[in-house]
């Protein structure tokens, strides 16, 4: 059950939700209990529906100043660098035991 903020009326009552592992590589689905399952959900607005004015103002706040930039780049760079050296240094015999979506880098 999802309630709005404001009050405790329910908003969304979620029944016999079915979800299945990612990990374990099950393949039976789980039935989770909703009640079990989730005690908070917290709703925000849906990006796909956002105009450009709306997103440049809910982004406004976070724009870096010009002194930023620079910093940026270079901790961007740093972290592709990091990235490069990582994937380098797995072998081909690590790479054929791990799972498929470990696998896309």
Known sequence: MVTDG??????????KLTTTTVDSGAQEEVYCDSKK???NVSWDLDADLLT???IA???SDI???AQEHDVICALEQVGLY???????AI???EVANMRPY???M
Do not use: G, M, W
């Open 6 to 15: 404001d009050s405790n009326e329910p908003v969304i009552i979620i029944d």
């Open 37 to 39: 399952f989730t005690s």
């Open 52 to 54: 450009s004015q709306n």
């Open 57 to 59: 103002a809910i982004c």
């Open 63 to 65: 724009i870096p100043k």
């Open 82 to 88: 990091y990235t490069e050296r990582a994937l380098a």
């Open 91 to 93: 072998s081909l015999d």
């Open 102 to 104: 470990h696998k896309k």
